[in-house]
């Protein structure tokens, strides 16, 4: 009976105070009992784990739940969200290059190897995005493709649309079982992040990240500009009221779990949870959520930006100003096809520095750099692509529904 009462509790808790607790916890945890944090790890592992199982299921019978269920005349806005998500990746890689440009950073590049296959440019990422909206949808939702998934789940949406009700009813009640094991799996997202950060700090601690200081700071600080200042002001521009307590709720909600989980992919759940909390279209935000987790990369170009200009500076490459915007270019579009899982945008720096004529060998080295730095270039890059996620949904859909009412008082 006790224990019933104290899970109850538990579940009637407030989700952020907890995830806060267990992180305050963990650190104390990873500082004093670093042996036992480390063994700890498996429940970081389990959590994360659940998220990425979960995720790929979720998106897919959500969006054909939707599309099939979806009535003539019953608005989506996924092209506005589509422009967001591409202005502010573009935005924050100019941001990038201007902090680069300010506080020049260089390496110390030495002899090591990576093992991952990086893109050798901008036509493979792309090759690699088309062939992955016709990938097998088995392997789709198994791989977690979610460009495939999205494809597929499409299709079939649409292929449903004229199913007999009974039919319906069953995809609707698959998209709320799933749903609810969703709750689930997040409802341990305090235990999840206490074991991460415990494992993290014991592990790695804050020596490694001393020696790239200042490379960490550009980083950081390139993304607060775009989380705080840039974000708010695009959308203020299209909601055209305070952004602030939108802007806070999504980085509070979604930023400080995809903080811990640092991958996209496995925040997927947590955005959609956010978006029905608040109120948003269901039809819009269960396509632009599992969309914006493979395109909407802002952290991703700021990341390929200032570690492709470090490397830059390092070999003292002169850079003009046609050259930086292409590499804000490039750096958008390489971003799209960043993986949402840890470390995905560092793979794609030798594409960036193929521009400047960089070597794949240096290449290689600088991501090597990244991957020093990670705990904190990740981290911060996956919250700040996660949370814009639900940040530039939620600003589409309160624009669009502001100017229906304000097409409905015209008419009275």
């Known amino acids: 009976m006790f224990l019933q009462s104290l899970f109850a509790a538990y579940f009637r808790g407030n989700l952020v105070r907890q995830i806060l607790i267990g992180l305050v916890l963990g650190i104390a945890f990873g500082l004093f009992l670093p042996q036992a944090a480390q063994n700890s790890a498996i429940i970081g592992t ?58 020049p950073t260089t390496l110390t590049l030495t002899e090591s190897q990576v093992t991952q296959n990086a893109p050798a440019g901008i036509a493979q990422v792309l090759r690699t995005l088309f062939l992955n909206l016709i990938d097998n949808p088995v392997n789709a939702i198994l791989s977690a493709n979610y460009i495939g998934i999205l494809s597929w789940a499409i299709l079939l949406g649409l292929g449903l649309r004229h199913a007999n009700d009974g039919t319906k009813s069953v995809l609707s009640d698959a998209a709320q079982a799933v749903t609810n094991v969703v709750r689930w799996v997040i409802r341990l997202a305090p235990f999840g992040i206490f074991s991460l950060v415990a494992a993290t700090i014991a592990t790695t601690g804050l020596g490694e990240l001393r020696a790239y200081g200042q490379l960490v700071l550009v980083l950081v600080g390139s ?16 909601i055209r009221r305070n952004p602030y307590p939108l802007v806070i709720r999504c980085l509070v909600e979604s930023g400080v779990t995809a903080f811990f989980t640092r991958s996209s992919a496995a925040n997927v759940p947590v955005n959609l949870l956010l978006c029905k909390k608040l109120g948003l279209h269901e039809d819009t935000y269960s396509v632009s959520i599992p969309l914006g987790a493979t395109i909407n990369m802002a952290g991703a170009a700021i990341t390929i930006s200032v570690l492709t200009l470090a490397a830059v500076h390092t070999l003292n490459i002169p850079v003009d100003l046609p050259t930086a915007l292409l590499l804000s270019i490039l750096a958008t579009i390489g971003a799209c096809g960043a993986s949402g899982v840890p470390g995905g945008s560092l793979l794609l720096i030798p594409m960036a520095c193929s521009l400047f004529g960089i ?5 290689a080295q600088v991501i090597t750099v990244g991957f020093i730095i990670s705990v904190v270039q990740d981290s911060c890059e996956t919250a700040l692509n996660s949370s814009t996620d639900v940040l530039f949904t939620a600003a ?17």
């Open 46 to 103: 389990f959590f994360t784990g659940a998220l990425k199982a979960v995720a790929p299921v979720l998106v897919f019978v959500l969006i054909v739940s939707a599309i099939a269920q979806h009535q003539s005349g019953t608005k989506v806005h996924i092209k506005p969200i589509l422009f967001l998500y591409i202005l502010g990746t573009f935005a924050a890689a100019l941001v990038a290059v201007l902090a680069s440009f300010a506080f």
């Open 223 to 238: 993304m607060l500009v775009v989380a705080l200042v840039l974000n708010p002001l695009i959308v203020f521009l299209k």
């Open 396 to 412: 589409a859909d309160l624009a669009a529904s502001e100017q229906q009412a304000d097409s409905r008082k015209a008419v009275v």
């Open 359 to 363: 070597s794949n060998d240096v290449a």
